[in-house]
DNA sequence: TCACATTTGTCCGTATGTATC
DNA sequence: AGATACATACGGACAAATGTG
């Protein structure tokens, strides 16, 4: 007798585990399922599947990592629908980044690009919020940097607001995704006071251009700043 | 008494597949291990890490859906290093965009300054192979609407040429990703082959500029191009 | 073509860790 | 503090796939 299995499933040979996963995933994309919602614990799956429990295992390991569901342990636990896909781009490139599938180089080169882009659709789009964010933003870098705290992180937070502010979630993923790996380099080199108050003064002007919907002095404000930080990321200073 | 536990294993409590897939992660990218090296079979790695079967399972899984191995099945089989990054990046931007946190709006607005950001790179940076590869794809389009096959998958893949034609890393996984979403987008609506025709032949013109290394027209054509085919997409005749 | 060895895929039973009530 | 419910992990077994002689 012919398999059933052979008859539905034609072409690839899928594992199991990749069918449950398209199936829950399925249901997650038709918003049957919904981010908040919690899936039945590995054993009731494994059940309701007709399939083991490692089987279920590695399905659910499989949405997890694809950022569809997260995973809690202990009772009253198990899978829950939540969307990390953001998170797991940006790892993602770090990834690629470790893996010399990208250089610094291109990092330069791209991120000049899309921010001189994304500006005209922050100064159209960023609304009182943005606005508070990114001046509360250069306060705390400031803070930071008189208080002799390495205020790198609020400086590539900056160009995370930014993206925001522009409320298109591809620029948000591209530039978080970018940062994440600047944020990665810049980690590992020694602090440089002197040029984390110059990068400062620089998103100061920016956003003053922004808000006063300046977008072609923003534009080549912005752009003599990554050139700078270009440069300053190309100084061979690393310490380690 | 304070557990040692807290001292040594300060933030995260990682579970043990976590940990060894880090472990295999770091070797591949310090370069210890390198694409094309096949790593040990479940079983070997198990007893090398003194773990259970199934947990090297799961620490591979995770390796595989991050896009560093793949997994071969039979005899000889077994992991492989392998860099799917670029494949797992466009899967996850198709999530993004099914889980409903990218609307096929905010790709069109992205796509059209990312591409237009793009053409100084192209014009500067594309060889004779890219330039060869953009005419077969034309020709191959013409070739397919000819004979009445839909060449909206050449016609996506011209601007992934083009992509390729900029030599940089993040045009070339941004646009792909996009691609991904359009390309799927796409399969759902029904051919038309005179606005497939009318594609075509901008992208024709658009090529014709970058061989010209004239940046500003080619600008504009591209710019054309891209609202004609936003306003295409907008169009509701949906099949499913 | 066939048999064989290797390796992944799947299942089961059991034990332990962990978070909640 | 104890009971409960869940994920995590282990070991053993067999099925299925795949390359080799």
Redesign the pocket.
Known sequence: MI?QKVLFSPIK???????ISVKIKTLIFKGILRPGDK????????RQ??????????A??LL?ISGLIT?????????LIENTILNTLSNLFLDAFQMRTITTEEIAVARLEIEKAMLNHIVKNADQSDIRSLRENILQAKKNAAANINPYLDNIQFHKLLAKASKNQIFIIVVESMMAIIGDFLSRLKPKFEHSRKVISEHEGILNEIIKKNTRKATRLLEEHIVNVRENMLDPSRTH
């Open positions: 398999s040979n899928k594992r199991t585990f990749e069918e899936l039945p614990s590995e054993t009731e799956l494994a599947f007709k399939v083991g429990r490692q089987t279920v295992r590695e659910l390991r997890e995973i809690q342990r202990g009772s009253s636990g198990g899978p």
